[in-house]
């Protein structure tokens, strides 16, 4: 009787102590490059906290920003890894690798807006072809949307007030579409570069004009190199709060229920405030830094448009499968 006590007694304490481990606080790593003042970064900063709150005793994630675990080029693959539980993905930079198809929001002048882009790969039967070929691949799931913004060129060498003002100049180059444009345009000479560097590279020279958004000239301070912006804008800069597959399937389902919950609250409200967070910073740009914002319009527009028809797109084209091309332009017609 008493052996079969102790065995009772034994089996109700390991059973109490699987279930306070069950119950200990899960804790996850989201790795991102931008820096704290980046919008995206502002975006991806409330969603963290809002699903910290909500699931307060059950999971808490840690934020690791500016590059500290892993850079813009890295990410993708440290999250199909398992590396780190989330991160932020720029689409341009990372799934070209995975589906080269994605370069079609690269075509200047196909898409006017962050949802109309979205539309392509969402509602376009090949669009969605693209799309549902990329998480699978790398074993991750998107949990928002959060956009890095519309895209222009900046320089330091130039106030580029003309289409070729580019011409002779040293531009840094992150993605193959850079390489299209810039060949279009006669830049000097093209330096790969990754984000972390870029600050250094415009500090010495080795570049003097680059392609990115609004936030990114603010958040990593490259506006003290800069000192001009050209518009319009050239492409639209969709990016993600990404999770590993495998750990989002462990998850129970009440906080999968959370990150959806607050994921689809990250989409809509970053969506509507980049537009708004990307003119503001041009508007600091101009008058704090005394930066030349150049509109091309008119005769100088329709050259612009003329030259990426005939440069930039047939380079692009080769960058994608024909019939996702011809997809893209079907799609670009009914809108």
Do not use: C
């Amino acid at each position: 009787m008493k052996g079969l006590i102790r065995g009772a007694v034994l089996a109700t304490t390991i059973a109490l102590a699987a279930g306070t481990a069950g119950a200990e606080e899960m804790v996850a790593k989201f790795s991102t490059h931008w820096g704290p003042q980046h919008p995206a970064s502002v975006q991806a900063i409330k969603f963290i906290d809002r699903v910290n709150e909500r699931l307060k005793g059950k999971l808490r994630i840690d934020v690791f920003p500016a590059g500290q675990l892993f850079g813009i080029r890295e990410i993708m693959g440290a999250l199909a890894s398992g590396s780190v539980e989330l991160g932020a993905v720029v689409g341009i930079v990372s799934f070209p690798p995975i589906n080269r198809n994605y370069n079609v929001t690269a075509f200047p002048g196909y898409f006017s807006s962050f949802e109309e882009q979205r539309g392509f790969f969402e509602t376009d039967p090949k669009g969605k072809e693209v799309w549902n070929d990329i998480r699978p691949r790398t074993r991750t799931a998107v949990l928002a949307y959060n956009p890095v913004g519309p895209a222009a060129i900046y320089s330091s060498a130039s106030k580029l007030e003309t289409v070729f003002s580019m011409a002779g100049l040293k531009a840094r180059v992150l993605t193959n579409a850079d390489r299209a444009r810039w060949d279009a345009l006669d830049v000097g000479k093209m330096v790969s570069m990754p984000t972390r560097e870029v600050y250094t590279g415009l500090q010495n020279g080795t570049i003097d004009t680059v392609s990115t958004v609004p936030g990114a000239i603010k958040a990593y301070s490259w506006w003290e190199h800069l000192n001009a912006v050209q518009l319009p804008w050239i492409s639209f800069a969709d990016a993600y709060i990404m999770a590993n597959q495998a750990w989002m399937d462990r998850l129970p389902e009440d906080v999968r229920q959370v990150l959806a919950e607050e994921g689809a609250r990250l989409s809509k409200e970053a969506t509507a405030d980049i537009m708004q967070a990307s003119n503001a910073v041009h508007e600091e740009f101009a008058a704090e830094h005394g930066a030349t914002i150049s509109v091309l319009e008119g005769a100088e527009l329709a050259k612009l448009r003329a030259l990426e028809a005939e440069k930039v797109e047939p380079l692009l084209a080769e960058e994608v499968d024909a019939d996702v091309f011809a997809a893209l332009k079907a799609y670009a017609a009914r809108n």
